[in-house]
T-cell receptor, first 114, second 113 residues
Framework: AQSVAQPEDQVNVAEGNPLTVKCTYS??????LFWYVQYPNRGLQFLLK????DNLVKGSYGFEAEFNKSQTSFHLKKPSALVSDSALYFC????????????WGAGTKLIIKP | EPEVTQTPSHQVTQMGQEVILRCVPI?????FYWYRQILGQKVEFLVS????????KSEIFDDQFSVERPDGSNFTLKIRSTKLEDSAMYFC???????????FGPGTRLLVL
């Protein structure tokens, strides 16, 4: 069965420090991997995706993510956190070989403290 | 920048009533989706739609649900007889191609009383 795990409900980081939001996945075929961000009372905004190619993917707002096939992980990173990065972050996966739907992680609340 | 829009932003309805949630996908996109997020839970896939027919649907998408693209711009989700457990945020999304990024609307918060 396909699944996505975000092991941390919440991540707290001081402003200016690097941040990592973890994601691991399980699919039977080749994965498409995505990160979305949700601000309070807002929709899901696309941050970045991995389909193929370079394992390090760069996205919006200075975020990047590294695809690690052996560890089936796709952790979201940013070198220097901003208070405005505080939001709910979702990792999602699609099995390229089977279907259309996105399978979602439970979300990680990122809190950046000044 | 083109975006997905959804109306209404909030809807309150009585149990057993029909509701229609509306979405305007990005204009040149070909694939359309509905997801829902019950408060405090994961985002869940409901249905995908392409070429005027359902491509895939989840177990959640039972006979009470239907989707339609009534014209060239709108994409609707109908719940025929709402239940309390249908209360959720409903997100519409669209993508240009199947393998492309799905872009989401701001959501409709549905509350069934």
């Amino acid at each position: 069965a396909q699944s996505v795990a975000q092991p941390e409900d919440q991540v707290n980081v001081a402003e200016g420090n690097p941040l990592t939001v973890k994601c691991t996945y399980s699919v039977s075929g080749n994965p498409y991997l995505f990160w979305y961000v949700q601000y309070p009372n807002r929709g899901l905004q696309f941050l970045l995706k991995y389909i193929t190619g370079d394992n390090l993917v760069k996205g919006s707002y200075g975020f990047e993510a590294e695809f690690n096939k052996s560890q089936t992980s796709f952790h979201l990173k940013k070198p220097s956190a901003l208070v405005s990065d505080s939001a709910l972050y979702f990792c999602a996966v699609r099995d390229m070989d089977s279907n259309y739907q996105l399978i979602w992680g439970a979300g990680t609340k990122l809190i950046i403290k000044p | 920048e083109p975006e997905v829009t959804q109306t209404p932003s909030h809807q309150v309805t009585q149990m057993g009533q029909e509701v229609i949630l509306r979405c305007v996908p990005i204009s040149n996109h070909l694939y359309f989706y509905w997801y829902r997020q019950i408060l405090g839970q994961k985002v869940e896939f409901l249905v995908s739609f392409y070429n005027n027919e359902i491509s895939e649907k989840s177990e959640i998408f039972d006979d009470q649900f239907s989707v339609e693209r009534p014209d060239g711009s709108n994409f609707t989700l109908k719940i025929r007889s709402t239940k309390l457990e249908d209360s959720a945020m409903y997100f519409c999304a669209s993508s240009l191609l199947l393998q492309e990024t799905q872009y989401f609307g701001p959501g409709t918060r549905l509350l069934v009383l």
